[in-house]
């Protein structure tokens, strides 16, 4: 019996020693991982099943077909001539082979178009190694016609044979697998670390595989990727609590795949409920992990260490990963395969991001399908939904779809969604907004259906002081600083927060110069290793468990979302209002009146919970709405919902939470002008919708590029996530030559620590393109002590105030 010609091929090659694998077996191995990945996770099953509309055991073969032709572009002659003496070792002398550029990925699905058949599918696992490049023009290799003959018949036979043994009578012609390019490309990355390197070309190819099975399910096992829940639910995640408010609609709801919306009040328990609700979609065999996205660095950074108790509950077989930008500052790579980059963090049983991470998997990067492949077999959670802008909006709204198609499930968190917002979102997975009762759960199955579910009891009144401080810069005046400084060094815990990172060291070095005692900046313009001792200061200083001996804290929006702190006064620059009341949320976060708590009490000098907006002259505001504003009006542009935000907030004296919520946003955010409203605004009003329908409709064109993609590591990649928001990554040196934080500057780690993110304007330095960055010295580039980096011109302002 003649051997098959695809025993002539390698697939690895070892260039030290001049070993080899053989491209059957090479192909067989990835196939066995995925295999054992689709034996131990009946969820990927079930969910490519429902998309393609076949049997598990049907969609299991076509899966793993696909799989076993992922390196189809390796039976060409270009390839085989990488290393010359293994082509003439397994083909012979015979022929020349000409060498020239060549990738094997494109290649595969150019073959199998022009063989075989046409099917995305093929495209999907031919664009393992990242991403399917549409620019190659395709030609054949410039070698004899009898060795481009005998490539040919290879890839005919190996076909062949792997439609004889998955039981398929044709090629498969089905809908497109979302989460094919990711389970291959991943198997492939596992199936390549259990080379064996194989020589002999006469062992049988089903007996191989079966060897190949325990090998590919033990190094499965050693990724992480592998992990059995191991309890569900409210009752079981946290035994201690009693469910309260929307938690105790946890019975209720439908443990079924869909979109659930959760709005309730900050402080009011939702990242609980969505954990406790995801592991019950977990434990009904809908999902196989969970993937938190938050807007920060700083609420990823908290919540990562919040959840691990409860991480630890549902797999204790595995860890919880990090994944932003930073993130391999705080998780060493020899922490093993999940913790080695941001797009492997998604394929863990439950993983923390920033949403740019997430976004990535919608965006030309290369390997975007790993990601998009870890949330679509997960519960998606993204927190503080409100809070982004148009042009994000239009990619969470990709991702969303994304996760309909693939059958997968979305919690969407948020106090204060406006109505209009929350409809674009419904929509996704073709619901509609039902009720306008606060708190409310909205849930959308896959079908469309939408149900609504209200707490029964009338939930518990926090009311609220308001204050308004009139200021044309928006900034405390001598008085008021004073008055902050008495608050503080009576006792109370005080925050301010700023719009503008500028904005915040101005008031710091103010503040700073008026008393003895200590006063705190946060914001995002520190090193990473300044920014994460300062986040951890920051939390044991304000935050629940805190000893409260007064303090001071000027901040930015860092602080607005998701971290645990707990001020008795809070100051903050205009922002719209359901920013404010976010910032709101840290304001008497804890009871810390009732008994045995165990925490400090709150200073006697400030008897309600007490905020404070510093806002602009109205007429001012009414005279000139592009510049009333300042810097709040750069960084929220919609001048209307400040205005409006201004006048409700000059109109109440007291909020009172969480009736205040629905009626405030509402209000607000109302599409049409109000008849006491400005001319002048309508037309500003008109100017800012045409400005965000141009940003959701860039992100959406951005979605859907076919160009040549970034590298994921590249930092513009993170770039394509926001609109205009260019940065650069600055590693800061001593005036020595050392780094800031000291180590090496090759150690991508001893980097990360002394590297600061700075906008185009203030970076400066040397320029690295190998890594991505500028080198800049301290004193002689730019200005770094306390304050983070800042310009010259704050001496100026504070000269000038």
Not at 33 to 53: C, E, F, K, P, Y
Request: aromatic fraction near 10%; hydrophobic fraction near 35%; include cysteine.
């Amino acid at each position: 019996m003649t051997t098959p010609l695809y025993y002539q091929y390698w697939g690895k090659a070892c260039k030290e020693d001049e070993s080899y694998h053989l491209l059957p077996y090479h192909c067989l191995d990835v196939v066995a991982v995925a295999d054992i990945w689709l034996q131990q996770s009946s969820v990927l099953l079930n969910l490519i099943s429902q998309q393609i509309g076949l049997s598990k055991e049907q969609s299991k073969s076509v899966v793993l077909f696909f799989v076993a032709l992922h390196d189809l572009g390796k039976f060409d002659a270009r390839f085989q001539n990488f290393v010359p003496k293994l082509r003439v070792k397994l083909q012979g002398d015979d022929y020349e082979v000409d060498d020239e550029p060549y990738s094997h990925g494109p290649y595969g699905y150019y073959y199998f178009e022009q063989e075989f058949s046409d099917t995305e599918n093929m495209k999907a696992v031919a664009g393992h190694h990242g991403f399917y490049d549409e620019s190659i023009r395709f030609m054949l290799p410039d070698a004899d016609e009898e060795l481009i003959e005998q490539d040919k018949q290879a890839r005919k036979q190996w076909i062949e044979f792997c439609l004889d043994w998955f039981k398929l009578d044709d090629i498969p012609q089905v809908e497109d697998i979302s989460m094919l390019a990711g389970l291959c490309s991943v198997s492939d990355w596992v199936g390549s670390s259990i080379t064996n390197f194989t020589q002999v070309a006469d062992i049988d190819l089903k007996a191989y595989f079966q060897d190949a099975l325990p090998r590919a399910e033990k190094a499965l096992k050693e990724t992480g990727m592998l992990a059995s829940i191991q309890g569900s639910g409210f009752g079981y995640l946290f035994p201690d609590y009693v469910p309260r408010g929307i938690q105790g609609l946890l019975p209720k709801l439908s443990i079924a795949t869909g979109l659930t919306i959760v709005e309730s009040d900050t402080g009011s328990g939702k990242t609980e409920f969505a954990l406790a609700y995801a592991s019950e979609l977990i434990k009904q065999g809908l999902a196989d992990g969970i993937v938190f996205g938050l807007p920060t660095q700083a609420t990823a950074n908290g919540l990562f260490d919040r959840i691990g108790d409860a991480a630890n509950k549902l797999f204790p077989d595995s860890t919880v990963t990090l994944a932003h930008s930073k993130s391999k500052y705080l998780i060493p790579d020899e922490d093993g395969f999940l913790h080695q980059s941001s797009k492997r963090a998604f394929l863990g049983s439950m993983s923390v991001a920033t949403v740019d991470q997430i976004l990535m998997g919608v965006l030309g990067i290369k390997h975007q399908f790993v990601r998009s492949f870890g949330t679509r077999k997960s519960v998606l959670i993204l927190d503080e939904i409100h809070s982004f802008d148009a042009y994000m909006y239009g990619l969470i709204e990709k991702v969303l779809r994304g996760q309909h198609e693939a059958y997968s499930s979305v919690i969407l968190l948020s106090a204060t969604l406006p109505i209009n917002l929350k409809r674009q979102l419904l929509d996704s997975y073709q619901g509609e907004a039902l009720s306008d009762a606060y708190p409310l759960i909205t849930q959308v199955d896959l079908n469309g259906k939408t149900s609504v579910y209200e707490i029964d009891q009338k939930p518990e009144e926090k009311q609220l002081q308001n204050e308004v401080w009139i200021s044309s810069k928006q900034l405390p005046s001598t008085e008021q600083c004073q008055q902050l400084i008495e608050w503080a060094e009576a006792g109370a815990m005080v925050g301010v927060i700023c719009n503008t990172v500028k904005d915040a060291q101005l008031i710091y070095s103010l503040l700073a110069d008026k008393t003895e005692m200590e006063i705190d900046l946060f914001h995002a313009r520190y090193t990473v290793a300044d920014r994460r001792k300062l986040e951890d200061y920051v939390l044991n200083k304000y935050g629940k468990t805190a000893e409260r001996k007064g303090g001071l804290l000027i901040a930015t929006q860092v602080i607005e979302q998701s971290l645990d702190l707990d001020f008795d006064v809070l100051v903050s620059q205009i922002a719209p209002i359901e920013f404010l009341m976010q910032r709101m949320g840290r304001l008497w976060r804890h009871d810390r009146l009732a008994i045995n708590t165990g925490l400090a009490p709150r200073a006697a000098v400030i008897k309600q919970p007490l905020f404070i907006t510093l806002c602009p002259v109205l007429k001012e505001v009414e005279e000139n709405f592009e510049t009333a504003y300042a810097g709040s009006g750069f960084v929220y542009k919609n001048i209307r919902v400040l205005y409006r935000t201004q006048k409700y907030l000059e109109s109440n004296e007291q909020f009172c939470f969480p009736a205040c919520y629905r009626e405030a946003i509402n209000h607000i955010h109302h599409d049409e002008s109000y008849s006491d409203e400005p001319s002048k605004l309508s037309e500003i009003v008109e100017k800012f919708n045409n400005e965000q329908d141009g940003s959701y409709y860039l992100a959406k064109m951005m979605s859907n590029q076919n160009s040549r993609p970034l590298n994921d590591v590249d930092p513009r990649s993170a770039l394509l996530t926001r609109e205009g928001e260019l940065s650069q990554a600055v590693v800061l040196f001593k005036s020595d030559g050392d780094l800031l934080h000291g180590g090496s500057y090759d150690e991508q780690q001893d980097r990360e620590k002394s590297t600061v993110s700075l906008s185009n304007k203030l970076a400066k330095g040397k320029k690295d393109t190998d890594n991505y960055c500028f080198k800049a010295v301290i004193g002689k580039d730019l200005f770094y002590n306390e304050l983070g980096v800042f310009d010259e011109q704050l001496q100026q302002d504070l000269e000038n105030y």
